[in-house]
């Protein structure tokens, strides 16, 4: 599948959120509904995955159309690539037309709420509905309490690796649910560097900034810290916590003891046969599988404390603050979430993980491993990204660190270095940015100077 799917399509969010922020204008911005010779048009964006994902969505918005005939409702479907979506959606959102329901992807939740963009949408699921759900889905797209955005899919990562290259190293995996110590796993990949095979696979060439938050971040959740502090845009003291340069120092042994590449040339090295370990997601499992057969397994990332984290988090689904009809914009998302007429045909041209409970009674492969993983990790021990809307400025500088990180730098000097990067641009928004804008605002309302 496409690795959009996972964790890159956050770079969708940052240059559009650059303008939007600007441009908050609520409800009060809808448009008239659009009208096409009798029939109500419901605008619909999305992004441009692979043609599998493309070609199911068309179908997708293809039944909407015919299941609505009757009501003379019609779903135009547009599709944009990676690299126009962001400005699309900027130009859109600055001329007060924004199409009635947009895709994004989850971090950018949060952001788009702030600057006003994104409509509720609780009353148009029950709680029942909401249940159905798994609870990583719901989490992302909440934002004080209130839900803003559903998916019809999402992710996961997993630690795969080969049953024959490890019992070669005298290697055994994890029986245990909630997977290896932080020592348990560098005592086996001391074993197998010992053995002669490279031990791990990081993806460290990866070009996106996101994989890095992604994938790592529960290296810093599982050992006691944070990205962001919780009750406040802070991130000074949180990212060099000392919990965080713990387990980030542990981390950057990995690469300091030649356990995993930092600048790997193969970018399938263990579908290929040269490591042990795969640190990867959900959109590998096919390919692993395939290559591997019986001898893939699978298990937990490994934990820095007492209990295992896993991230998660895909695209999910928006009606717009600018929707001509809310409702009729809801009723394609309720559509594209259903776990029939939406997560069904996607997760079968995708490969992500079902967002709904009640769909993975369609897919038997989650009986077992490496699936049955991936939606035990989304139910028990996955943990969404920050919802803020500093999460553009945060995953970018956290990002830069990591890849510095294990390239050798001082851990605490780079952690400090990343918070001052992070606070400057929160501290000039807080002081004098939007919130500044919305008290002056507030002020003249009441006739305050």
């Known amino acids: ?39 109500k048009v419901i605008r619909v964006w999305s992004h441009q995955g692979q043609e599998a994902e493309n070609r199911a969505m068309r179908g997708i918005a293809k039944a909407f159309n015919q299941a609505h005939a009757e009501r003379g409702l019609r779903v135009d479907l547009s599709f944009f690539p990676d690299f126009q979506y962001a400005e699309k959606l900027a130009i859109a959102a600055a001329a007060r037309d924004l199409p009635d329901a947009f895709e994004l992807d989850g971090p950018a939740v949060a952001r788009l709420v702030d600057a006003g963009l994104l409509a509720q949408l609780d009353a148009y699921f029950d709680r029942a509905e909401r249940d159905d759900f798994l609870p990583t889905i719901i989490a992302q797209g909440t934002v004080d309490g209130k839900l803003y955005a559903l998916g019809a899919f999402d992710s996961a990562v997993v630690l795969y690796y080969d049953r024959d290259l490890l019992a070669k190293a005298g290697v055994k995996p994890s029986t245990d649910d909630e997977g290896w110590t932080w020592d348990e796993f560098v005592q086996a990949c001391e074993r197998l560097q010992a053995a002669g095979i490279e031990p791990l696979a990081m993806h460290m060439d990866d070009s996106a900034d996101e994989w890095f938050t992604y994938a790592f971040s529960p290296v810093v959740w599982s050992g006691g810290g944070h990205l962001i502090a919780s009750d406040a845009p802070r991130v000074r003291g949180v990212l060099a916590s000392k919990e965080n340069l713990r387990s980030l120092r542990a981390w950057q042994d990995v690469f300091t003891r030649k356990f995993a590449a930092t600048d790997p040339v193969d970018p399938n090295p263990f579908g290929n046969g040269k490591v042990a370990m795969d640190w990867t997601g959900h959109w590998m499992a096919r390919a692993h599988l395939e290559k591997k057969g019986d001898r893939l397994g699978a298990m937990r990332l490994p934990r820095m404390g007492e209990k295992p984290v896993a991230p998660c988090g895909s695209w999910c689904w928006g009606v717009s603050t600018q929707a001509g009809d809310p409702e009729l914009a809801a009723l394609w998302v309720r559509w594209v979430t259903d776990a029939k007429t939406g997560v069904e045909p996607l997760v079968r041209a995708n490969g992500a993980v079902p967002a709904r409970r009640s769909a993975f009674a369609a897919f038997p492969e989650y009986s077992e491993n490496p699936y049955r993983l991936f939606r035990e990790q989304l139910e028990t021990t996955a943990r969404p990204r920050p919802r803020t809307p500093f999460y553009a400025t945060l995953t970018g500088r956290f990002a830069a660190a990591l890849r510095d990180i294990a390239r050798g730098a001082d851990v605490e000097a780079r952690l400090k270095q990343a918070e001052d990067e992070v606070q400057s641009v929160i501290d000039r928004r807080v002081g004098g940015g939007k919130i500044k804008r919305e008290e002056k605002e507030a002020a003249e309302q009441e006739g305050r100077p």
């Open 1 to 39: 599948m496409s690795v959009l799917c996972g964790y890159p399509g956050f770079r969708v969010l940052t240059g559009v959120l650059s303008v939007v922020l600007l441009l908050s204008c609520g409800a009060g911005c809808r448009r008239a509904p659009t009208d096409d010779g009798g029939k």
